[in-house]
Every structure is written in C-alpha cells, then in structure tokens.
T-cell receptor, first 112, second 114 residues
Framework: KAGVTQTPRYLIKTRGQQVTLSCSPI?????VSWYQQTPGQGLQFLFE???????NKGNFPGRFSGRQFSNSRSEMNVSTLELGDSALYLC???????????FGQGTRLTVV | GENVEQHPSTLSVQEGDSAVIKCTYS??????FPWYKQELGKGPQLIID?????GEKKDQRIAVTLNKTAKHFSLHITETQPEDSAVYFC?????????????FGKGTHLIIQP
C-alpha cells in the first residue's frame, strides 16, 4: 500500500513569506502528527490531528498552524518565515491511538 | 515537560558485533518508548517499541529493555550488518503509542565497519 506522501519535497522561501506543506496519510489512517527536524534541535513535535481536530500541540509559536480535512489529509502553515524555520518537516500517520505510526520522507524547507 | 537524553552520539562497531544505544527520560508518566531508524533522505522508520508494562521486547536481531525505576531504556542490535548503518532515535511519550507527542533523543549515528 502507498505510504505517507508529503508535498512538495523541497521548497525555498524568502524571510517574511508564508508556506503551506501537505501530508497525505496512509489510506484509513485518521491521526496525523507533524514534526520539525533540525541539526541543532533534533526532532520536535508540532501538533497532532485526529478526525479534523487538533488534539495535541507542541511548544511552537502561533506562526505554526495546521489543519486536517475530512479525508484525513493534513496541511501545516508557517507564516512570517524566519531563517530559523529552515528544517525538514515530517508528518506521520497512524490508524489511531496506540497504533504504529509511519513517517513520510519530509519536506525540506529552506528560508533565505 | 519530558526530556530524553541519548548516548552515544556516534557508535562505530565491526560488522557482526553488537551495538547498544542508551536513553534516559525524565517524566515518570511516560508509557511508550519507540525506536526509529532514519536513513539518509528518508523519514524515520519504527523498528521496535516498548510500553511501560513490559520490561523487555525482542524482534529477531533487535531488542529493547526498559527500566522504569531508573527511567532508562536501551536498544540492542546483535550480529550487526552493513544495512544497519543509519541514525537511530529513541523517543518517549505519555500517549501510549503512535506519533502523537513524542519527545525524541538527539540521535545516534551507527556506523558498521566491514
């Protein structure tokens, strides 16, 4: 079966712009979690969505937001981009609570 | 909040030898401890996980042990092979499973020497 699909794979944006990243979970999976990965901070949790509701949120500023659609696809948005937002953004999907999670390959965002 | 420490940051072993990676966590409420393997250009892949009601779990050449009293868990890989070379991450959460709310360690770069 198809895995978790993240688009685009690579993105270059300018400081101050905004960006939207997309995540299509494995068919049937209803939980989508987002993570930021940087060399300095490692993997950090952004938020989790289940059935279109944000159930959990990490410690990131309000510039980072997300949403989930009725087909479980999820988007995350970063507004007013800063150089420090350059990172690999990963999403993971799972069937639901306490089930195995599968990560996508990520979107590499570079802010210049 | 939860804090996960992982050691060593780099581990080089001869092919066929064993590798051990150790993690400690701070939140006694954590009940789910997965290990992920990340290869270059790919997302993390779950290789094994353990929940707080179990002390040890094994899957072929990979095993994980958990000491709740010491807040310590470890990954053991036996008979290492070249394809085991990757970055390994431990994580902890209070959510009992999935990818929701995981706190990750900083990773161990495992190098298998031929």
């Amino acid at each position: 079966k198809a895995g978790v699909t993240q688009t685009p794979r690579y993105l270059i944006k300018t400081r101050g712009q905004q960006v939207t990243l997309s995540c299509s979970p494995i068919s049937g999976h209803r939980s989508v979690s987002w993570y930021q990965q940087t060399p300095g901070q490692g993997l950090q949790f952004l938020f989790e969505y289940f059935s279109e509701t944000q159930r959990n949120k990490g410690n990131f500023p309000g510039r980072f937001s997300g949403r989930q659609f009725s087909n479980s696809r999820s988007e995350m948005n970063v507004s007013t981009l800063e150089l420090g937002d350059s990172a690999l953004y990963l999403c993971a999907s799972s069937l639901g609570d306490r089930t195995e999670a599968f990560f996508g390959q990520g979107t590499r965002l570079t802010v210049v | 909040g939860e804090n996960v420490e992982q050691h060593p940051s780099t581990l080089s072993v001869q092919e066929g030898d064993s590798a051990v990676i150790k993690c400690t966590y701070s939140d006694s409420a954590s009940n789910y401890f997965p290990w992920y393997k990340q290869e270059l250009g790919k997302g993390p892949q779950l290789i094994i996980d353990i929940r707080s009601n179990v002390g040890e779990k094994k899957d072929q050449r990979i095993a994980v042990t958990l000491n709740k009293t010491a807040k310590h868990f470890s990954l053991h890989i036996t008979e290492t092979q070249p394809e085991d070379s990757a970055v390994y991450f431990c994580a902890a959460s209070i959510m009992g499973g999935g990818a929701d709310g995981l706190t990750f360690g900083k990773g161990t770069h495992l190098i298998i020497q031929p």
